[in-house]
């Protein structure tokens, strides 16, 4: 089983619906993070949070809200969807002591 | 704040030709760097990482990059690359200082096309 683990992998949704992407880790971690991938331009980062009570805005948080639920449960929401969210979005954690991100398998979102 | 430059979106190869993938980083303060792999279909993992001691790094899959202050820059080389390297690589930074507390910065990636 993966140690970071996105649902769902794939979504298509239409413009103007509420839609959660959730991400939960095995591996005990602290911190985890919430980017978006688009093509030519890399990942961004929309949210991170350090623990169960810290959240903090990313580069791009305009659009988005998350829930950190337990230290191994954070879901990013999209309020409101829009197209330019079409994006892959990927979920990772990091032990607070080292410094390496561990990424899920990323969510593919369309937005009609 | 910091920044990361990957100056080639694409680097075509042919099987068993070396290959150099660029990066060049910006930042006032020191930095620790990181190369991370997305193979197709797939999450990113790490391929390698600076963050103290000796300048040149060996990563898996016979990776190794070179991290040059002076030039801010932290290539990512392979003597002999595979079909199987062709992924999406990806160059990355943070603050060393209150490292638990920093975030990832990424480039926005190199595609690395190997062909036969």
């Known amino acids: 089983d993966a140690d970071v683990t996105q649902t769902p992998r794939n979504r298509i949704t239409k413009t103007g619906k509420r839609i959660m992407l959730e991400c939960s880790q095995t591996?005990?971690?602290?911190?985890m993070y919430w980017y978006r991938q688009d093509p030519g331009l890399g990942l961004r980062l929309i949210y991170y949070?350090?623990?169960?009570?810290?959240?903090n805005k990313g580069e791009i948080s305009d659009g988005y809200s998350v829930s950190r639920q337990a230290q191994a449960k954070f879901s990013l929401s999209l309020e409101s969807a829009i197209p330019n969210q079409t994006a892959l979005y990927f979920c990772?954690?990091?032990?607070?002591?080292?410094?390496?991100?561990?990424f899920g398998a990323g969510t593919r979102l369309s937005v009609l | 704040a910091q920044s990361v430059t990957q100056l080639d979106s694409q680097v075509p190869v042919f099987e068993e030709a070396p290959v150099e993938l660029r990066c060049n980083y910006s930042s006032s303060v020191s930095v620790y760097l990181f190369w991370y792999v997305q193979y197709p279909n797939q999450g990113l993992q790490l391929l390698l990482k600076?963050?103290?001691?000796?300048?040149l790094v060996k990563g898996i899959n016979g990776f190794e990059a070179e991290f040059n202050k002076s030039q801010t820059s932290f290539h990512l080389r392979k003597p002999s690359v595979h079909i199987s390297d062709t992924a999406e690589y990806f160059c990355?930074?943070?603050?060393?200082?209150?490292?638990?507390?920093?975030?990832?910065?990424f480039g926005k990636g190199t595609m690395l096309l190997v062909s036969p």
């Open positions: 990355a930074v943070s603050l060393t200082m209150n490292s638990g507390y920093s975030t990832l910065t």
């Open positions: 600076y963050l103290s001691g000796s300048t």
């Open positions: 591996k005990g971690h602290d911190r």
């Open positions: 949070s350090f623990d169960v009570k810290d959240i």
């Open positions: 990772a954690t990091r032990n607070r002591s080292k410094n390496i991100q561990y």
